[in-house]
């Protein structure tokens, strides 16, 4: 059963995918990503794979027959798809050199525009849960894209605060938060020639980590081609600093913020990428407990002010050790 089942106290939708219980569970022999596993080309850089337990899909069933005046149930249409970074099982996203990220970047980019064509789908949703803390099922570095027939929340609330700063400042609240982050500078990450990297003043994980823009884009679609380079040189540098951070694969679900697709009107919008890694150390995990799940109250145990200089010296100190095998990096 798969079908999308309106909150009407949260205002939004919750999407019933029963088929995912079948999902393998980190299996150790019989990946299919690999090649030769008769699911995927025998050799491949990136590809864009078919999800094959989808919780949204262009041809879904019809609901179950419990729709009231109050709960409304709608199919789960929409479009879910795996993307495979590479064709090595265990190369994961900073262990890619930059001109190989650069493709994913490209890979990203092409299917957020075939998606985007598509006039149900309203938001376009790029994505990756990386280590087993995060609820990983395989182990073959991807990434995930979700194409929605509604703007999910938080992306919605963003929407509304986006359009709530410009209507107070004649400004836009990302580029704005970029430059307070900039003046104060402990924060600070790591700066290319198109991308800031930070941890905000209010994140809710120790080290949760923004890339945003320097420029005031919406999409990957309006990125130029120095800067999907760029984007995938600073992926690659803030990456490898959580790696070295604590000298071992560092969870994290990392999300592309863009604008919404096939909207009314036009969106003001500012692309960004969010981290919500869950470590607080090397050994201790950051749960999301009552207060932050029943009251979307977080609470950060860490002042970022502290955990903000530790990564940044971990970024600096993997990025000169890349740099003698990667000149881009």
Request: glycine letters at 4%.
């Amino acid at each position: 059963m798969t079908e999308l089942r309106y909150n009407p106290l949260l205002r939004d939708w919750t999407m019933v995918a029963s088929n995912r219980h079948k999902r393998p569970n980190l299996p150790k022999d019989n990946c299919p990503f690999c090649p030769g596993s008769g699911k995927v080309p025998d050799d491949y850089d990136v590809l864009a794979y078919d999800n094959d337990f989808p919780a949204l899909s262009p041809n879904p069933p019809q609901p179950d027959d419990v729709a009231t005046e109050l709960y409304r149930v709608e199919p789960a249409y929409g479009k879910c798809e795996v993307i495979l970074y590479s064709k090595e099982h265990t190369t994961t996203l900073p262990e890619l050199p930059v001109a190989h990220i650069r493709k994913l970047v490209d890979l990203w980019t092409e299917r957020f525009r075939d998606l985007a064509s598509n006039p149900r789908h309203q938001y376009v949703l790029i994505f990756e849960n990386r280590g087993p803390e995060v609820g990983v099922t395989m182990p073959h570095p991807h990434g995930q894209i979700y194409a929605y027939p509604y703007v999910p929340q938080k992306l919605r609330v963003e929407m509304e605060s986006f359009a709530a700063h410009r209507e107070e400042t004649g400004r836009c609240l990302m580029c704005d938060i970029n430059r307070e982050e900039v003046a104060f500078g402990k924060r600070m990450l790591e700066e290319t020639e198109h991308f800031y990297a930070y941890i905000p003043f209010f994140t809710d994980y120790p080290y949760g980590a923004f890339i945003a823009s320097k420029r005031h884009v919406g999409s990957l679609l309006d990125f130029t081609d120095d800067e999907r380079t760029d984007l995938a040189r600073i992926l690659k540098r803030v990456t490898s600093g959580m790696d070295a951070l604590f000298d071992r694969e560092f969870p994290y679900m990392m999300v592309l913020h863009q604008s919404p697709v096939n909207q009314a009107e036009p969106v003001d919008f500012h692309f960004h990428i969010e981290f919500y890694p869950p470590l607080q150390t090397a050994t201790r995990l950051k749960y999301l407990a009552s207060s932050e799940t029943g009251a979307w109250a977080p609470c950060n145990p860490m002042a970022v002010e502290a955990t903000a200089p530790q990564l940044r010296e971990a970024i600096q100190k993997r990025k000169e050790a890349n740099r003698h095998v990667d000149p881009l990096a």
